[in-house]
């Protein structure tokens, strides 16, 4: 998967938009961060939970890996771009999306 790639799934999101956040692009939803993708491109970031992220460690290793320290602890999931899939990113992306969205927006939207 390419940085533009995993921008357009990201921004395919309901009310997805892209801005930047320490000099690299970011994914909000009605202003909060649900996605990041690296200044080199190498990676995105998600917005699991703890437990989100362990399935999606389990289910994927070398594609998905808890960020270094206490971020990871949180559920902050890296995905390597270059071992990544649109089948297995887009439900994590829809998943870092639920996490951040307010329940108005969120109700209805099933992930895939």
């Given at each position: 998967m390419t940085p533009d790639q995993f921008r357009k799934l990201a921004l395919d999101l309901p009310e997805a938009v892209e801005d930047e956040h320490?000099?690299?692009?970011?994914?909000?939803v009605r202003g909060k961060i649900f996605a990041t993708l690296s200044p080199d491109g190498?990676?995105?970031?998600l917005k699991l939970d703890p437990e989100q992220q362990a399935e999606h460690l389990a289910a994927?290793?070398?594609v998905f890996e808890a960020v270094p320290g206490g971020w990871g602890a949180k559920g902050y999931t890296r995905v390597v771009l270059k071992k990544a899939t649109k089948k297995l990113v887009v439900p994590a992306l829809a998943l870092a999306w639920l996490n951040t969205a307010p329940k108005s927006l969120s109700r209805d939207f099933e992930v895939e």
């Open positions: 320490h000099d690299h692009p970011d994914f909000r190498v990676h995105g970031v994927a290793p070398g």
